[in-house]
């Protein structure tokens, strides 16, 4: 796993960091680990891992936290980037 910052890496750390005001924000670019796979766009940033901690999360389900990530990325998860794993926790968990 690669910490990148491509411009889509930062576009998406802009707008996790605007909805989600994250204690700890870490997107890994794993485009490189997909190569030549299905979804793979040749941009080099098609798939991701996004490890996120914020207080929001507090007593929120993991589905939840990953459609409140999902939504504060908005068009990006299905139609820009082929795949994106989510680790989503509040603090202290």
């Known amino acids: 796993m690669e910490d990148m910052t491509g411009p889509l890496a ?3 750390r802009q707008l996790l960091s605007a909805a989600l005001a994250p ?3 870490e997107i890994v670019n ?3 680990s997909h190569s030549g796979h299905m979804g793979d766009d040749g941009s080099g940033e098609s798939h991701f891992t996004i490890v996120i901690e914020s207080a929001q999360f507090a007593g929120v389900s ?3 936290r990953q459609r409140m ?3 504060a990325l908005g068009d990006i998860p299905g139609n820009r980037v082929h795949a994106i ?3 989503a926790s509040a603090p202290g968990e």
Do not use: F, H, P, W
């Open 85 to 87: 794993a989510i680790k």
């Open 62 to 64: 993991r589905l939840q």
């Open 30 to 32: 794993d485009s490189a």
């Open 10 to 12: 930062q576009e998406m």
């Open 23 to 25: 204690t700890a924000l």
């Open 69 to 71: 990530v999902n939504a």
